[in-house]
């Protein structure tokens, strides 16, 4: 995972690019959204969920996808910046059970 800002004059820009594998080699779930948790300390900054985040939203088993880079715009540039971004990303079983998985990375200026 990746997670960068850009700082504009009117905007806190983050672009968030994930990559998931699917780690039992024994299911194919469907990928669905992905929520980006925006976050300074234990301040949420910006919160959003991204559901058009994968080029295909099955992955094999045992193989690998990575989502299309996500742009998060904060519109007000003088808030301070967002340290790190939680990430929670909803998979859908064969057997039709709802699953997800989070985690977190630091953000890094551009």
Do not use: C, K
């Amino acid at each position: 995972m990746s997670a960068t800002l850009s700082v504009t004059s009117d905007a806190n820009v983050y672009v968030v690019s994930i990559g998931v594998r699917e780690s039992s080699g024994q299911t194919a779930p469907t990928l669905r959204s992905v929520q980006l948790h925006l976050m300074r300390g234990s301040d949420l900054m910006v919160d959003t969920t991204v559901f058009d985040a994968w080029p295909s939203q099955r992955i094999l088993a045992g193989g690998t996808a990575a989502t299309r880079p996500m742009t998060v715009r904060d519109n007000r540039p003088t808030r301070p910046l967002a340290e790190r971004i939680t990430v929670t990303v909803t998979h859908l079983g064969d057997d039709g059970t709802v699953g997800s998985l989070s985690f977190s990375v630091p953000v890094t200026s551009n």
